[in-house]
């Protein structure tokens, strides 16, 4: 194997004064591998290395190299003999002739190389090729790399095959590719240079994603620290209590219902109180890794280190609501109920927040959500937090007492019988079989020892008034899911729909058949969207969130009942020297439903 055929592989050529490179495209898959053998083998051999390693020295010392007809001859300087290469000793002399020549092994290439010119013959013509400048640099930097390359560690094999066994290659994959690329006519010097380009592009592609909120230009952190400092600097030895953590709120720019949060998050539930120092640092911290309301509400109520929220992280916080709030005032006299209206609300959260089903509501899914804005308007409604959804007191009061009519030994749970008097038994035995199965409850107990809890109550009486929900929706999906691969087949529908027509034969009612019902269902469906009016689709889009949701509706009616019944009641019991206003109903039946459940012997007391 001569230099000349190893230097034509390569690909230099001579064209209108400048190198022409080799292109790849035009050699066979089989023909590259064999380029890359040759070029391999070639750098392999030790007059190959030590050549390579003289032109390193005289480039770092600045000569220039005459690629002179006699360096690249198919002489005996780079004709490979096999048996000396086999041969201990002369493996050892040529050892002792490349440690010779370097001494050591060479410093890292400095990036600026001196132009080198010469010129050598190719062929059998011995016609001199001549070198542009590029031509020699790009040479020059060629011989540089190689010989850096096998600066002390490149190490020809003594066996059949002559493949080189080198370290510094097989630990270093770019520099595998780079020396694969000259083998194929390559400049990986471009090749380099294009790769550095690469980053440069993706360095102008602006920031999209910010799971802790977007960081506002313009907000100076010190600025409203300061403000702080001033604000606790007004209270004995700069401690504040929960009851004046109201104005801190207000200081940190924050809803007046974040005050527990605050408060908790800076130790003053361990203290009794918040020193200036340990809520600097704490708030400080909130700012520079928060930067809009979700993050740092999930930052305030989360335990240390968790980035999502679970059902026991919001008490303090609904806690502080219901002890402030002057809605919920009346709630002071019934300190039973505290935990039962705490678990309505927070069951109600995570059923219109937690739409992951995962029982942990993340920050993206409280941006979603409109539970951070009913935060801020529980300071704006005052007294009429039956405002706000989640936290109404009316709904909480329907809810509870459909479960209690239920729940006839009064241990908060029901079995499936009690389930089955719901709403005059509307609901198939079937389907409570799926409710109490685990498909839509959390938990344990309701599979063991087939019980549901309050908690678990209020998602099937919201999902059950209210089916136009995506969280009703996927209820009832989920419970008619039967096999659990997230599609309703005609088995599945048919077997809940077989009950129905049962309940219809019982009562003298001759139902549908499967197949009609089905019908029915597409064909709807294709009217609701062929005669879909876009004015009234457009008017509907706009009255979004001002027209009453049916829970809401249902709600509403079953409440009124309620305390009509109790009025009622009252005024039968006692005559009507003692008729109730009106305007008194509301906080009598209040007062009247807790008294009866905790204690009805002390009902009397009231009047």
């Known amino acids: 194997m001569c230099c000349e055929e190893i230097i034509n592989r390569i690909g230099f050529r001579e064209q209108e004064g400048k190198p022409e490179m080799a292109s790849p495209h035009s050699l066979k898959p089989d023909l590259k591998m064999k380029v890359d053998e040759l070029f391999l083998f070639w750098l392999s051999e030790p007059s190959t290395q030590a050549m390579l390693k003289d032109y390193l020295i005289k480039i770092k010392n600045g000569e220039e190299i005459d690629f002179s007809c006699e360096d690249f001859k198919c002489a005996k300087t780079f004709a490979f003999n096999e048996n000396n290469h086999h041969h201990p000793a002369s493996r050892t002399r ?37 070198r542009s400048v590029s031509t020699k640099k790009t040479l020059s930097t060629i011989i540089l790399t190689l010989a850096c390359v096998l600066s002390g560690t490149l190490v020809p094999l003594a066996d059949s095959s002559m493949r080189m066994k080198e370290i510094s290659l097989r630990q270093d994959p770019d520099l595998r590719k780079e020396l694969a690329l000259l083998a194929r006519g390559c400049d990986f010097v471009q090749a380099k240079k294009e790769e550095a380009a690469t980053p440069a592009l993706s360095e102008r592609i602006p920031k999209f994603y910010f799971p802790r909120g977007q960081p506002q230009a313009n907000f100076n952190v010190d600025q409203l620290i300061s403000k702080i400092e001033n604000l606790f600097s007004q209270f004995p030895d700069e401690k504040v209590t929960i009851k004046d953590m109201g104005l801190v709120a207000k200081a ?17 539930d361990r203290r009794g109180y918040v020193s200036v120092h340990k809520f600097v640092a704490m708030w400080r911290k909130v700012l520079q890794t928060c930067h809009d309301d979700a993050s740092k509400f999930l930052h305030l109520l989360a ?63 409280l941006r979603r959500s409109t539970f951070l804005q009913n935060i801020e308007l529980l300071e704006e409604e005052g007294e009429e937090i039956n405002q706000l959804t989640e936290f109404s007191y009316e709904h909480f009061y329907v809810i509870y007492c459909k479960f209690w009519e239920l729940d006839t030994d009064h241990d908060l749970y029901i079995d499936q019988r009690d389930l089955a008097r719901h709403n005059d038994q509307a609901i ?32 099937f009486l919201i ?25 309703l087949s005609m088995f599945e529908m048919e077997y809940f729909y077989q009950e129905q027509c049962q309940k219809l034969e019982a009562m003298a009612i001759e139902p549908l058949s499967f197949e009609d019902c089905l019908c029915q269902m597409f064909d709807l469906k294709y009217l609701d969207h ?41 005024q039968c019991n006692h005559g009507y020297d003692h008729f109730v206003e009106p305007a008194d109903a509301f906080e009598l039946c209040n007062k009247t439903m807790l008294l009866e459940i905790s204690d009805l012997d002390e009902y009397e007391d009231l009047y």
């Not at 007046?256 to 908790?264: C, G, I, Q, T």
């Not at 999902?463 to 599609?487: H, N, Q």
């Open 530 to 570: 062929e005669q879909m009016d876009p004015l009234l689709a457009a008017r509907d889009a706009d009255a979004v969130g001002q027209e009453l949701s049916d829970w809401e509706r249902y709600a509403a009616e079953v409440y009124d009942a309620l305390v009509a019944e109790e009025t009622a009641n009252n």
């Open 94 to 130: 040529v050892t002792e002739r490349i440690t010779s020549a370097l001494g050591a092994s060479c410093s890292p290439p400095s990036p600026t190389l001196p132009s080198v010119s010469g010129s050598y013959r190719a062929g059998g013509n011995a016609r001199a090729l001549r």
């Open 463 to 487: 999902s059950e008034e209210d089916k136009k929900t995506e969280t009703s929706i996927e209820y009832w999906f989920r419970c008619m899911d039967l096999d659990g691969d997230g599609v």
């Open 252 to 268: 940190c720019e924050c809803p007046l219902y974040w005050k527990a949060p605050l408060f908790h998050a800076a130790g003053g």
């Open 303 to 365: 335990k240390p280190g968790c980035n999502y929220l679970k059902q026991e992280d919001f008490v303090p916080f609904l806690q502080d609501v219901m002890d402030s709030h002057t809605g919920l005032a009346f709630l002071k006299e019934a300190p039973d109920f505290h935990s039962h209206y705490i678990t309505t609300v927070v069951q109600r959260i995570f059923y219109n927040v937690n739409r992951s089903w995962t029982g942990k509501i993340t920050c993206s899914e």
């Open 428 to 459: 198939s035995h079937k389907m409570i079989e799926r409710i109490f199965s685990g498909a839509v409850t959390r938990g344990r107990i309701v599979q063991k020892e087939g019980r549901l809890s309050y908690a678990d109550f209020v998602w």
